[in-house]
């Protein structure tokens, strides 16, 4: 692998005035999971790597009932997963950061990580789409907050000016009667890479019989993780069953524009974005109604 | 400029001083650098588990974690599991249950199944199976390999 610095951040301003040095030959290092590889395979290249994980909001993991969950983009895999606290109000988003990898990643790879590499197939996105996160950026200019479905531009890009980095991401505390889920495909157990994967949101009214609203949102369907308004709006005020569900999971099929490649053809990837849609409703709906 | 960084670490509890360029990754400086050869080199790319080490008490694949990163950390290398003169259960259960053949993967095994019975002395085989997922065998096809495992935890397990 070729040459490059290192240096770790103590703060968000150096950080930035790294980052604005030599643009894209300065790469933001958290659990280097994906960087590391593609640094290795010549698919990326750097001359400085900027390790934030010693940067202070970047590297919290807090959750206040009133303001909500707060990631820092640094924050391993496996300290959300293993925070009983944020598993038990999040389960919907927890269960899709548990598969990145396998237990080794976990120990590094961090949620901002994982969105930022903004592969298409990425697990975590569709479920912080569905839980309406919002990403907030640092940079030159200041800070700025973009909602996450907004994130990635295209397969392995961001909307990250020259200068910023991602600091953290918010999500709502969870409102009563909501349930979130993620579920995806992989031709093996474990550790592959979605060939399809759906995340869904739901909140039910009162008597848990009508949705009051629901999001459902994608991955590797289409080049970047898809966010599919029109199936959750879809459901909106309507009695909760099986016809509702696969009316949603009809429209996010439509919505879906999958290619065919080595992990499956465009016509599979259709199917399962219809089952999954359907599956991750489901069990939505059963957390919602807990 | 100087193109090397010296680090400062503890591997398996004894301080360690190393100089390495940004680049070297933790499985290359412990392999050749500091002659720590049980950590291998199989993939390089974090799918295969062969390099396992414990980081700070997380379970890491050393090629995806700098040598610099490492800086101020403690490491455990499958050199530092035995315990003096004997063998850790596990690897004392990792013969018993002939759970290797060529043996490239069971450094990596042992550090891993390490990490998950010091969290939990109890696991389920499914537990045990999905923790592994990042292990990879090509000789054993696992079976022998959860089996030893469990048998370990079951040794380990006080009575």
Request: overall charge neutral.
């Amino acid at each position: 692998m070729q040459a490059f610095d290192y240096i770790k951040a103590a703060s968000e301003a150096e950080v930035i005035a790294l980052l604005s040095k030599d643009g894209e030959q300065v790469r933001i290092l958290s659990g280097g999971t994906d960087l590391l590889v593609q640094l290795r395979e010549g698919r990326r290249t750097a001359k400085l790597l900027v390790d934030i994980k010693a940067v202070p909001e970047a590297n919290e993991l807090a959750y206040d009932p009133i303001e909500g969950l707060r990631v820092g983009a640094a924050v391993p895999c496996c300290r959300m997963c293993d925070d009983s606290t944020i598993a038990s109000l999040y389960p919907g988003l927890v269960e899709a950061v548990a598969l990145i990898g396998g237990t080794q990643i976990q120990g590094r790879a961090s949620l901002g990580g994982n969105l930022c590499n903004a592969s298409p197939a990425a697990d975590s996105i569709p479920a912080l789409i569905v839980h309406r996160a919002t990403c907030i950026i640092a940079g030159p200019g200041g800070r700025r907050e973009v909602a996450v479905e907004d994130f990635c531009a295209a397969p392995g890009q961001t909307i990250l000016q020259p200068g910023e980095f991602l600091v953290s991401l918010r999500l709502a505390p969870p409102a009563p009667r909501f349930g979130a889920a993620y579920l995806r495909f992989i031709p093996r157990n474990e550790m592959d890479i979605a060939v399809a994967g759906a995340g869904a949101s739901v909140t039910l009214n009162e008597s848990r019989t009508t949705f009051v609203s629901a999001c459902i949102a994608l991955a590797a369907v289409a080049p970047t993780p898809l966010f599919v308004p029109e199936a959750g709006e879809t459901l909106t005020g309507r009695t909760v069953s099986a016809e509702a569900i696969a009316e949603a999971a009809r429209i996010a099929q439509a919505a879906s524009r999958p290619i065919s490649d080595m992990r499956g053809t465009a016509a599979q990837r259709k199917h399962l974005s219809a089952v999954l849609t359907r599956r991750a409703l489901e069990k939505a709906i059963e957390r919602a109604r807990a | 400029m100087p193109t090397k960084v010296l680090v400062q670490t503890t591997i398996n509890s004894e301080p360690v001083e190393f100089l390495c360029e940004p680049r070297q990754s933790l499985l290359e400086v412990l392999r050749e650098t500091l002659g720590l050869t049980g950590a291998k080199e199989a993939c390089n790319n974090g799918n295969c588990g062969a390099c396992s080490v414990i980081l700070d008490g997380v379970l890491v694949n050393a090629c995806l974690v700098l040598a610099v990163e490492a800086d101020g950390k403690t490491v455990t290398t499958i050199e530092g599991i035995a315990p003096r003169e004997s063998l850790h259960p596990l690897q004392d259960e990792f013969l018993k249950q002939a759970a290797l053949q060529c043996g490239i993967c069971t450094p990596g095994f042992v550090v891993a199944a390490k990490a998950l019975l010091d969290r939990n002395l109890q696991p389920t085989e499914l537990e045990v199976r999905r923790w592994l997922a990042g292990n990879l065998c090509r000789c054993t096809g696992y079976d022998k390999i959860v089996r030893a495992v469990l048998a370990a935890a079951a040794r380990m397990t006080p009575q």
